[in-house]
């Protein structure tokens, strides 16, 4: 949690509007005493889990006998089945 005193939120009101568009919590001060807090309107959105292509394309391009494509193409580049 970021803290600010009522003197910097007086000059540097884009910065600490800044911490808390990136999600953060902001204490607000007078003397070293909290007095008030600025929080986040919304949470931020988790992050997005994105699907392993990888492993996708190894279960599409199997061949039906069990050979990985790379294997195919390399057999077909030598002339050989």
């Known amino acids: 949690m970021k803290q600010a005193s009522v003197r910097q939120l007086q000059h540097h009101l884009s910065g600490v509007?800044?911490?808390v568009d990136h999600g953060e919590e902001v204490k607000i001060t007078r003397r070293n005493r909290v007095i008030a807090r600025i929080v986040p309107d919304r949470p931020l959105p988790?992050?997005?889990l994105?699907?392993?292509f990888v492993q996708r394309a190894h279960g599409i391009f199997k061949h039906p006998k069990g050979k990985p494509l790379s294997e195919i193409i390399?057999?077909?580049r030598?002339?050989?089945s």
């Open 74 to 76: 390399l057999e077909d």
């Open 50 to 52: 994105w699907p392993n």
């Open 17 to 19: 509007i800044r911490w």
């Open 46 to 48: 988790k992050a997005l």
């Open 78 to 80: 030598e002339g050989r």
